[in-house]
């Protein structure tokens, strides 16, 4: 039987934290398999409220538990804020195209993050540590505004870190503003790109931001020597389908929701409005 791309299924909340000020991360368990490749989209509905669309966080190697990391912005993301343990709410996908995890395959992956768009690269970095043997090298570069507007703060800090030692893995870690304590570095997340020593004839870089982030970050990667095809953007637009149909999401001729999220610079160069 054909798979009902408008059918949700229910999940249960299992848990919510608080990742920052405004960043939560809720935690579902779904009524049934609900499986997606890093980089896909989801909807995440809240009975009378509404639904929008955010990328899951977890790793799409776990099947029992699914996570979405959701700032708050409106309507939605305010119920998703509130939603406690037991509640109920649904999620129907996952649409567009994830990352083209195969043609990555013996290169250095090069991860760059702000704000909340590191919930997307987790679910790609977990995606990449689960097959580890298959990269020459991850670099992943994390930034936030402040220490507490850092997300998955023990995971990167702590978890994550401590593997660096076991395998090609390292972390550039910066914040706009550092205070007391802080022991990473401090300046906007283009800075942890200055002074890279990496293979730019074999590598790839992965960017989620915010549209300004993903703008400079994108230029710096050009200036160190990346190509077109060698930057990958993962775009967000105002979504009502999802699926193709409605034309909200379109950057010049090409549907986010369905030709996208993740599109290669080489793609999107030159399209009208392309960092709003
Ligand atoms: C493919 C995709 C993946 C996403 N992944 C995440 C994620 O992992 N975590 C996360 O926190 N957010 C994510 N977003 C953004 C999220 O969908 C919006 O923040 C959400 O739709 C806002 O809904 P709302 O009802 O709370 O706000 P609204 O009341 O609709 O609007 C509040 C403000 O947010 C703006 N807005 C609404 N929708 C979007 C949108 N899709 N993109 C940009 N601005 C928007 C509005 O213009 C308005 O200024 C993603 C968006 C897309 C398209
Ligand atoms: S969200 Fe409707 S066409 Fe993309």
């Known amino acids: 039987m054909e798979k009902n791309i408008y059918e949700s299924i229910r999940c249960m909340v299992t848990g919510v934290e608080e990742e920052s000020p405004s960043i939560k991360t809720v935690m579902l368990k779904p009524e049934r398999d609900f499986s997606f490749s890093a980089g896909q989209f989801a909807s995440l509905s809240v009975p009378g409220v509404g639904e929008a669309p ?40 996952p649409y567009g195209k994830p990352y083209p995890l195969d043609s990555f395959r013996g290169k250095e992956i090069l991860l760059v993050g702000g704000g909340v768009g590191l919930a997307p690269l987790r679910a790609l970095f977990l995606a990449l540590l689960a097959t580890s043997a298959d990269y020459k090298r991850i670099i992943f570069c994390c930034g936030a505004k402040t220490p507490q507007d850092y997300i ?60 300004i982030m993903m703008k400079f970050t994108t230029l710096k990667l050009l200036e160190i020597g990346y190509g077109d095809t060698q930057i990958y953007l993962s775009m967000e637009r105002k979504m009502y389908c999802g699926v193709g149909h409605c034309r909200h999401c379109l950057i010049g001729d090409l549907f986010v929701c369905k030709d996208g999220p993740v599109f290669t610079y080489s793609q999107l160069k030159g399209k009208p409005n392309l960092w709003v």
């Open 54 to 93: 955010f990328t899951p966080s977890s790793s799409p190697c776990e099947k029992e538990c699914l996570e979405f990391t959701v700032m708050k912005a409106g309507r939605v993301t305010s119920a998703i804020h509130s939603l406690r343990k037991g509640d109920i709410v649904g999620v129907r996908g």
């Open 152 to 211: 998955y703060k023990e995971k990167i800090l702590d978890q994550w870190h401590s593997l660096c030692g076991k395998m090609p893995l390292s972390f550039r870690i910066t914040v706009d503003q550092k205070c007391p304590g802080w022991r990473f570095g401090e300046g906007v997340v283009t800075k942890t790109l200055d002074g890279l020593d990496v293979d730019t004839g074999n590598s790839v870089a992965v960017v989620c931001g915010p549209p």
